[in-house]
């Protein structure tokens, strides 16, 4: 069963426009919410997390909205640069345990 | 302070050969977990190490193992290699469960 599921596979965006990567989890005991980038060759980079006692976190350019009600959290990149071009994850764990479970990716490619 | 450390950064294998890879977690660190990354699993959760004590472990074969030092260093085994044993291998450390993991660059093991 998958705990935490991912969509769009794939994305494709214009330079400056908003990346928008969303998640949907099952687990209601879940109560920390990371995203991840990854680049070829490398491992998964933490870009940003949220726990569920807030709806929403800004870093710079990228933004968790997160809606405890319909168990859905999301990723946006505002002003989307060739630089972001990535595979995102986004993740779900529980504050006890360390076992996190990941979502599928999102492969993001920003055009120039 | 140096990041998440995995060596080898590549392995190659034959079947039925075993293999141990290494990691050296941030310091400080002392919850060491691994993952196995593949095209078509994902991110798959392997087991997660504390204070040299397994707390937590996914749905892998007895095949897999591993154990960590005193010094948080942690190793992962696996015995009798299968062609689909060939992944990425992520090793991820945090201060404590909950808190954020960070990834190393992974050993990607290919299995002949």
């Known amino acids: 069963q998958q705990q935490v599921k991912q969509s769009p596979q794939s994305l494709i965006v214009q330079k400056g426009g908003i990346s928008i990567i969303n998640c949907a989890y099952e687990?209601?005991?879940?109560?920390?919410f990371p995203w991840y980038q990854q680049f070829p060759g490398k491992g998964p980079a933490l870009l940003i997390a949220?726990?569920?006692?807030?709806s929403e976190k800004k870093e710079g350019r990228f933004t968790i909205s997160f809606n405890k009600s319909a168990k859905q959290f999301s990723l946006h990149i505002m002003d989307s640069q060739p630089g972001d071009s990535a595979t995102y994850f986004c993740?779900?764990?529980?504050?006890?345990?360390?076992?996190?479970?990941f979502g599928t990716g999102t492969s993001l490619t920003v055009i120039p | 302070k140096a990041g998440v450390t995995q060596t080898p950064r590549y392995l190659i294998k034959t079947r039925g050969q075993q293999v141990t890879l290494s990691c050296s977690p941030i310091?400080?660190?002392?919850?060491v977990s691994w993952y196995q990354q593949t095209p078509g699993q994902g991110l798959q959760f392997l087991f997660e190490?504390?204070?040299?004590?397994?707390?937590n472990k996914g749905n892998f074969p007895g095949r897999f193992s591993g154990r960590q030092f005193s010094n948080s260093r942690s190793e992962m085994n696996v015995s009798t290699l299968e062609l689909g044993d060939s992944a990425l291998y992520l090793c991820?450390?945090?201060?404590?469960?909950?808190?954020?993991?960070?990834f190393g660059d992974g050993t990607r093991l290919s299995i002949l």
């Open positions: 993740a779900a764990s529980w504050a006890t345990g360390n076992q996190f479970y």
């Open positions: 687990n209601t005991a879940f109560d920390y």
């Open positions: 310091s400080g660190h002392r919850s």
């Open positions: 991820a450390s945090s201060l404590m469960a909950g808190q954020p993991q960070h």
């Open positions: 949220i726990r569920p006692d807030v």
């Open positions: 190490y504390f204070s040299e004590t397994q707390r």
